[in-house]
């Protein structure tokens, strides 16, 4: 029989002013001594200063990377361990956000990260036995803050490795799109496209979930609508509350799964150390055109939403609004590493849902496409 599970679980405090609900939430949890994790960037910005100074009982470890390492997170477990916390708040985009799941995972949980690495039923080792975690995101991109999964790069393998399970997700969500009015120019950008690819790929994603599918098709044009506006007016409140949202839809929907463009993806942040969201918004164009002949209707939709035509197209025209270097070797990614590019992709897990399937010349190809 094929059964699908459905599960939209995170509660979700949406909208200005929501981040002061912090206290409150600790105390309704009953976390006398939480610990604050964020990156060293936002240590210095008057949104850390906002978040920090009604918890003065929070301890704080301020030292995750761009794209988190095992050694962020082991650091922070020290850092939980030596405090005495007893929860745990990420302030951020989703490296903090998924550095804190892990933190907070191994502050219960023995052995090495590695071993719940979700590609190894890992899932099936993660048990409730968790500390409450209050996510505050201040990108709105990877929607972090209310999904199951933690992207972290194992250093065995320098691999980014999905760790996975449904007790991973925050106890709160607190979406406070005050917290995103100062992002720059280019983070907006860069993280508006994860969110978009976010929804594109679950809605192409192979696999049955018309509630997914929906809120994909919703959370693809929230972005198609509002990403061009937070650009020309970074202060607009409503288009930055519907941005937050749009990223917070992008998540939930791709439970159902996403696709080959986060694979390809992945490598160029861990060799390349490309941003997550720019890549996305460099390969996904190409993604679609390898796609269309296996899911021509879903591919015309969307184009329908992005004003017709070629749904390619429409979004290298949106890079292009968002002045985002349409092509790799703008990004200095040598050509050489592309064969070895290829050979981390096709072991990353995203691109098993992808609509259609890939192999490793497949991937090969695809870069090559966009060099
Ligand atoms: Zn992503």
Not at 305 to 320: K, T
Request: hydrophobic share 40%; with cysteine.
């Amino acid at each position: 029989m094929d059964l699908s599970t459905f599960s939209f679980p995170t509660t979700i405090v949406f909208g200005a002013g929501s981040a002061g609900r912090l206290p409150d939430e600790l105390k309704k949890r009953d976390v006398r001594r939480p610990l604050l994790v964020t990156d060293a960037g936002i240590e210095r910005t008057a949104i850390f200063e906002r978040i920090r100074k009604p918890v003065p009982e929070a301890a704080v470890f301020s030292k995750v990377e761009p794209n988190p390492v095992e050694q962020n997170v082991l650091d922070g477990v020290a850092a939980y361990r030596n405090s005495g916390c007893d929860g745990v708040i990420a302030l951020g985009g989703g490296s903090p956000l998924d550095a804190a799941k892990a933190i907070r995972l191994l502050a219960t949980h023995s052995g090495a990260l590695a071993e719940y690495d979700d590609l190894l039923d890992g899932a099936n080792r993660i048990s409730s036995n968790l500390p409450p975690y209050i996510a505050l995101a201040t990108t709105s991109g990877t929607g972090s803050e209310v999904g199951r999964s933690a992207v972290i790069t194992l250093k065995a393998t320098n691999r980014k490795t999905v760790i996975f399970s449904p007790y991973l997700i925050p106890s709160v969500a607190l979406a406070d799109p005050e917290l995103t009015l100062d992002l720059p120019p280019h983070i907006t950008a860069g993280t508006g496209m994860d969110a978009f690819t976010h929804n594109v790929e679950a809605y192409l994603a192979k696999g049955y979930h018309p509630m997914c599918d929906a809120i994909a098709l919703s959370g693809a044009k929230l972005v198609w609508d509002n990403l061009p506006r937070v650009m020309e007016r970074p202060q607009d409140i409503q288009s930055r509350s519907n941005m937050m949202m749009a990223a917070i839809m992008g998540a939930v929907a791709f439970q159902k799964g996403l696709g080959a463009v986060h694979s390809l993806a992945h490598p160029l942040s861990t060799e390349c150390g490309m941003h997550h969201g720019t890549t996305n918004a460099i390969l996904l164009p190409a993604v679609l055109e390898f796609n269309r002949s296996v899911t021509p209707d879903r591919i015309l939709h969307l184009a329908t939403l992005f004003g017709g035509g070629d749904a390619a197209e429409r979004v290298r025209e949106l890079n292009q609004k968002l002045a985002i270097k349409p092509r790799l070797r703008d990004w200095g990614v040598p050509e050489s590493i592309l064969p070895s590019l290829a050979d981390k992709a096709v072991q990353d897990g995203c691109h098993l849902l992808n609509p259609r399937p890939c192999s490793r010349e497949d991937l090969l190809n695809l870069y090559r496409q966009v060099y």
